[in-house]
């Protein structure tokens, strides 16, 4: 029984930390709606494409064969054509007027005013800024964006697409601080996706042996405490 004691101890110092953390990372993610981790609330919808009957169809000029994908979207408040080839490179094209010339990124210039009106926070703008590589917080977007900064009080930003405007992502300290809870959680340091690391696994498994070791630690002390008060009172009665 005392190799099981010294056994549990040691278990439950080694597996201790990890536990609260699990623990205190699943009452973070359960409490905080996912909406404000994503930042739903603090970015209005990219405008809808609203075009007129005249110009609803695709330039005759542009053979859609050529093309894996031609579509409508907006760039900002204006609509032009998005063209995806075959290898997954997109251009946009101004595809309204007589010249559909193919469009460059947006200014800073262009983009300032728009921003303001899409974030529905309570700070203001502080900074932006061409992003050639976009941080590990915005994994998923492979170009070049614009980022916006906020000094609200968790510290927002929008990550914009270069062409259309549109903020791809939002991140705010609720963000980094579900991701850091998120880390822990899977205990994955590096990607933070993978969910089958061994790392996980053998520490789901020592807190399993702990609990398991607990329950017959308990079991074992009860039936000792029911033995010893059987014994106890046996003895008092005669």
Known sequence: MRIWMKLHKWIGVLIGIQVLLWIAGGLY????????????????????????????????????ADWHRVE??????????KLTDFDGHTVFMDATSNTQQMLEPLSVEQLLAFIKRQYLGNGNLQSMYWVE???AEASGIQFPVYTAQFDDWINTTFYIHPYTGQVLKVRSDIWRLFDIFWMLHIMDYETRDNFNNPLLIIAAIIALFFTVTGMVLTVSWIRRSLRYNRTWYGKKST
């Open 72 to 81: 409508w979207t907006m760039r900002i408040e204006q609509p032009v054509l």
């Open 133 to 135: 590589q976009p941080p």
């Open 29 to 64: 993610m359960s409490a905080v709606p996912l909406n404000w981790v994503h930042g739903k609330p603090l970015v209005a919808p990219h405008p809808a494409v609203e075009l007129a009957d005249s110009s609803n169809t695709i330039p005759y000029t542009i053979n859609p």
